[in-house]
T-cell receptor, first 116, second 115 residues
Framework: DTGVSQDPRHKITKRGQNVTFRCDPI?????LYWYRQTLGQGPEFLTY????????KSRLLSDRFSAERPKGSFSTLEIQRTEQGDSAMYLCASSSTGTEIYGELFFGEGSRLTVL | AQKVTQAQTEISVVEKEDVTLDCVYETRDTTYYLFWYKQPPSGELVFLIR??????QNEISGRYSWNFQKSTSSFNFTITASQVVDSAVYFCALSEAGRDDKIIFGKGTRLHILP
């Protein structure tokens, strides 16, 4: 199955350390989204890409967060100088463009970050 | 600003009962899309349905049905004859298509179907 895959699935780090998450979308999908989900909450939009272009960034994405999608394939989300408030599940989703399938996001299983 | 409100945090019903999950949205746009997603205990969100702002027809898919009413800015989801496998967290979402295409989710309703 070539669904959306995320790596690592779990990451425990100490406050102040940098972490990087990787997302491999479904190969034919040109859109890629990053969301953050905390316990009991819905996914919060962070950013999204169309091909390699980052089209939108949430105000939630502080200067410590950066996302890239080189060559329009996989994407990375880096968090620098992690804080305990960064502890969450980081979700990646991908989709195709096109009216008939608009908004049908395919989500990965997420990368859970715990900052001690 | 776009906003999705799911007032019901948690609902429990006995199997075979019908249950309706409420969703109220806010948007400045006349062109927008509404969605429902399901997050089962395994964790992966799954797309259920999309509705655009110009199509107010209700939709039925098996035991699932959706009621879209622009007059009340609501997009409610009904499960008929609920089953234990329906237990999950359900999210309503909104996208102001043509503005920035980001999809905003509500906080979700956790549904427990009791055997």
């Amino acid at each position: 199955d070539t669904g959306v895959s995320q790596d690592p699935r779990h990451k425990i780090t100490k406050r102040g350390q940098n972490v990087t998450f990787r997302c491999d979308p479904i190969s034919e999908h040109n859109r890629l989204y990053w969301y953050r989900q905390t316990l009991g909450q819905g996914p919060e939009f962070l950013t999204y890409f169309q091909n390699e272009a980052q089209l939108e960034k949430s105000r939630l994405l502080s200067d410590r967060f950066s996302a890239e999608r080189p060559k329009g394939s996989f994407s990375t989300l880096e968090i620098q100088r992690t804080e305990q408030g960064d502890s969450a599940m980081y979700l990646c989703a991908s989709s195709s463009t096109g009216t008939e399938i608009y908004g049908e996001l395919f989500f990965g299983e997420g990368s859970r970050l715990t900052v001690l | 600003a776009q906003k999705v409100t799911q007032a019901q945090t948690e609902i429990s019903v006995v199997e075979k009962e019908d249950v309706t999950l409420d969703c109220v949205y806010e948007t400045r746009d006349t062109t927008y899309y509404l969605f429902w997603y399901k997050q089962p205990p395994s964790g992966e969100l799954v797309f259920l349905i999309r509705r655009n702002s110009f199509d107010e027809q209700n939709e039925i898919s098996g035991r699932y049905s959706w009621n879209f009413q622009k007059s009340t800015s609501s997009f409610n989801f009904t499960i008929t004859a609920s089953q234990v496998v329906d237990s999950a967290v359900y999210f309503c979402a909104l996208s102001e298509a043509g503005r920035d295409d980001k999809i905003i989710f509500g906080k979700g309703t956790r549904l427990h179907i009791l055997p």
